[in-house]
């Protein structure tokens, strides 16, 4: 079991950057894919990013590749997503989560969560 919390979220304009940060209340993250979804109010829950349990894989939805970099560090049990030339149709709750899968595209179903963080909002004006 692990309890999952964000941080970093604000209100930025487009063009910024921001970081976000999830970090384990209670477990250990090294053993778990870790992943980065978003959800706007009316829309589905979209996959954002995705990264190993080592941290040498990682993959990204098509709509933030090239502007987001997901990372971990597995000494300090975080995991980071940086944002950057972000956009209006960034703005969104983030999610952080948890899977048991270890590796591979099945990365980016939000199916292989069972872990959720709380959410943290992101908010990008134009």
């Known amino acids: 079991q692990v309890q999952l919390v964000e941080s970093g979220g604000g209100l930025v304009q487009a063009g910024d950057s921001l970081r976000l940060s999830c970090a384990a209340s209670?477990?250990?993250?090294?053993?778990?894919?870790m992943g980065w979804f978003r959800q706007a109010p009316g829309k589905d829950r979209e996959f954002v990013a995705a990264?190993?349990?080592?941290?040498?894989?990682?993959y990204y939805g098509a709509s933030v590749k090239g502007r987001f970099t997901i990372s971990r560090d597995n000494a300090k049990n975080t995991v980071s997503l940086q944002m950057n030339s972000l956009k209006p149709e960034d703005t969104a709750v983030y999610y952080c989560?948890?899977?048991?899968?270890?590796?591979?595209?099945?990365?980016?179903?939000?199916?292989?969560?069972?872990?959720w963080g709380q959410g943290t909002q992101v908010t990008v004006s134009s």
């Open positions: 989560a948890a899977s048991v899968t270890t590796l591979g595209i099945q990365l980016s179903s939000r199916t292989r969560y069972p872990y």
């Open positions: 209670a477990g250990s993250l090294s053993s778990f894919g």
């Open positions: 990264i190993s349990t080592t941290g040498t894989t990682t």
